[in-house]
């Protein structure tokens, strides 16, 4: 009797599908006046190819009960393909889901609605209709990783086996970076912090919940332990404690002193260098002190920063970012990110933390034939436009870039020229 | 007919430049520069500058590590001396009491000084009994009661302390906050905070012990805003653009209203300036440091 009621349940399931994609026919059948059996049939005649899509293994359930009309208008449309709508927002008017409002992160091409930049809209040979399997699909955008996937001595497993082992592809309400739980939680599901090996390893330290990617690449690298590549000093020498409480005490994650105070007991010339100084680079006094920028671990960039100079800088300095971005002509050192070519990120006697204090001396440290030809320029020639001032490098360019060419101010060389020769302005 | 069609013409003539300026609530002309003291000793970057309704005019000579005070009375300058203290060497921000007290804020050393109003040291303002004791000055504010707000970057909080230094209140910085570089208090006793780095301002209202958002990024409008005033008289907000070499004006709503000024060498134009102080006439004093000057404003509105 109850094998009846579940073929009975079955039955109903499949009669009510068939009802509503029945009555989803009729309704574009009647919609577009179609003949009758025409449809789902009808657009085939003109679009033949569309039969080898259909005999692939996974079909776009549109696709599959030939309601094209579902994606598809077919007489006119404002949308490229006859579209019913906008490409980036057709995909999402069903798959509502994929769109979470809490989100931590999202996927980039989920996030413009590039669904097809991962996706056959169609059908597929690969489950979900992907464009291709496994990390090759992630790793076509993801190209910097490739590579550094292909180099790495060590590896980590999990990546090797697939992307989507510790990464949602569309959005996380959990972490940062699509991952499909915290950090944490997702490393410590494969590793057991229990083990005797594994406290070992971490210096009897109770590291089982802190975020294990503060010292671990977990793409792999070429350390042991696959710790990333710059390692701070103590954590290389296992010297936790010069840092931490030690590990017996009742709050061994402790530091023992906050903030830059921490860090002053062995960079004590940096710190005599920098405390210094007249201006200091506000983020080194504030609470989270060196901090701010270095990561106290380990890290994939040089100086244990925590970004690239250039998204670590722009993170506060967008504008001077953006700005370079939009420059007709490029400052190399600003292009490459390399900010500390002009200013020194702890502290500095002059404005602007420059490295130099004077303009001219420090452009010259790149642009040496400025010393000896070109426009007067330097401590004895005095601005005309203010006595206060003297002629350098930064009263005819913008060292960050401008809308024109050379990083000047102005549109024209006229311009800028008849600024003090006002006697040739016309 | 006729007469409707000249009085229409009438009002809308005298009507729509009060219609403009209610719109920018700020418009600048410029008036004059201060390139020196009275011995004709150039400023040198100077970082700050203070007005009182009294004409007076206090600059930081930033690297020339002294004050400059001058007086502006019917559009002229009087004065111009020198006022230097041991205590003081790097002076960046500054402030006049009710009482013609002098505050300022030594970037150096991070301490906040206070001098008599003939410039002679009188201590260095301490916060007392505050948790934790570690205090980092990055700006500072005077109320209508000359009450002192410290923007304390070591602590993650503004400081509401009297001249004494007694703790009155404390303000905790928002969670996720990007650079905190200047705070102003407005005339009903808000607390207004600048995050240059995410271009927004929060605000702790009166009696209310947390900051909370009060506009949205405003990178649309400015570039790098590190100074900010209120107007005790239209309530407006007015932030120095840094890196745009502007004065960006909100409403007291945190809304856009208008940009005054521009980047450039030129009188009346702005290079890094750094503060900017109001006199009881309206005149718009600005520490330009990059020109290495002050400039004078007339407000027309």
């Known amino acids: 009797m109850k094998i009846h009621l579940k073929t009975f349940i079955l039955l109903g399931v499949v009669a009510m599908l068939s009802f509503s994609l029945n009555s989803f026919a009729q309704d574009n059948t009647a919609k577009f006046k179609l003949k009758p059996g025409a449809y789902g049939k009808l657009c085939l005649e003109c679009h033949p190819g569309f039969q080898d899509k259909l005999k692939k293994q996974h079909v776009h359930t549109p696709v599959k009960n030939g309601n094209c009309t579902g994606c598809h208008n077919p007489h006119t449309s404002a949308f490229s393909k006859l579209l019913e709508s906008d490409a980036s927002k057709i995909c999402i008017s069903c798959h509502k889901t994929l769109i979470v409002a809490n989100a931590l992160s999202v996927h980039k091409p989920v996030a413009d609605g590039s669904c097809m930049k991962c996706h056959d809209p169609h059908s597929s040979a690969n489950k979900n209709n992907l464009l291709k399997t496994g990390n090759e699909l992630c790793l076509e955008c993801h190209k910097s990783l490739a590579e550094t996937l292909a180099k790495v001595k060590v590896k980590h497993n999990p990546v090797e086996k697939g992307c989507l082992n510790c990464h949602d592809p569309h959005a996380s309400v959990k972490d940062d970076s699509l991952l499909k739980e915290r950090v944490t939680a997702l490393c410590v599901s494969c590793h057991k912090t229990d083990r005797p090996s594994f406290i070992k390893q971490h210096m009897n330290y109770p590291v089982a919940t802190s975020r294990c990617t503060s010292c671990h690449d977990p793409h792999g690298s070429d350390r042991k332990g696959i710790l990333y590549n710059n390692v701070h000093k103590p954590v290389s020498t296992r010297m936790c404690n010069q840092c931490h409480e030690e590990a017996t005490s009742s709050s061994p994650l402790k530091v023992k002193r906050d903030g830059a105070e921490l860090c002053r007991g062995c960079h004590s010339d940096m710190f005599n260098a920098t405390f210094g100084k007249k201006r200091m680079h506000s983020p080194l006094l504030s609470k989270k002190g060196c901090l701010t920028c270095h990561n106290p671990h380990a890290g994939k960039e040089k100086g244990l920063l925590k970004e690239a100079p250039l998204v670590l800088c722009g993170s506060c300095h967008a504008d001077t970012i953006k700005r370079q971005a939009k420059s007709v002509t490029k400052h190399e050192p600003v292009k490459n990110g390399n900010c500390v070519a002009c200013h020194d990120p702890h502290a500095s006697d002059s404005a602007l933390l420059a490295k130099q204090a004077s303009v001219v001396d420090l452009c010259a440290t790149c642009h040496d034939w400025m010393k000896h030809s070109t426009h007067p320029i330097g401590d004895k020639f005095v601005d005309p436009r203010n006595k206060n001032a003297t002629l350098n490098c930064l009263s005819c360019h913008r060292s960050h870039g401008t809308e024109y060419k050379g990083m000047m101010p102005f549109p024209a060389i006229s311009d800028l020229c008849t600024q003090c020769h006002e006697q040739f302005r016309r | ?301």
């Open chain 2, 1 to 301: 007919m006729r007469s409707i069609v000249l009085w229409s013409l009438f009002v809308l003539t005298t009507m729509y430049p009060l219609g403009c300026y209610g719109a920018d609530a700020l418009k600048l002309r410029y008036l004059g520069v201060i390139l020196g003291d009275i011995k004709e000793v150039g400023l040198k970057k100077p970082e700050g500058v203070a007005c009182d309704d009294q004409g007076q005019i206090v600059i930081a000579d930033t690297e020339n590590g002294r004050l400059v005070r001058y007086t502006l009375q019917d559009n002229a300058l009087k004065g111009g001396g020198e006022i230097k203290v041991p205590e003081v060497v790097f002076p960046v921000r500054v402030q006049l009491s009710s009482k013609g007290s002098i505050f300022v804020l030594d970037g150096q050393q991070r301490k906040l000084a206070q001098l008599t109003p003939e410039g002679t040291f009188v201590k260095y303002v301490t916060p007392v009994g505050v948790n934790p004791p570690n205090v980092v000055p990055k700006s500072f504010k005077l109320d209508s009661r000359d009450n002192i707000y410290l923007l304390d970057i070591a602590g993650e909080r503004v400081l509401e302390i009297d001249p004494t230094g007694k703790l009155l209140a404390q303000f905790p910085f928002p969670k996720n906050y990007g650079a905190m570089s200047d705070l102003a208090v407005t005339a009903g006793g808000d607390v207004l905070l600048l995050d240059s780095a995410k271009s927004t301002l929060y605000i702790a209202k009166k009696d209310a012990p947390q900051f909370a958002p009060f506009t949205k990024g405003l990178q649309e409008y400015l570039n790098f805003a590190t100074n900010m005033l209120t107007s005790s008289r239209s309530a407006d907000i007015y932030l120095i653009d840094q890196d745009g070499g502007a004065i960006v004006i909100l409403g007291p709503d945190g809304l856009f209203k208008g940009r005054q000024l521009s980047l450039g060498w030129r009188n009346g134009q702005l290079y890094y300036p750094q503060q900017m102080c109001i006199n009881k006439n309206g005149d718009v004093v600005i520490a330009d440091r990059g020109n290495s000057r002050v400039q004078l404003f007339e407000n027309l509105k």
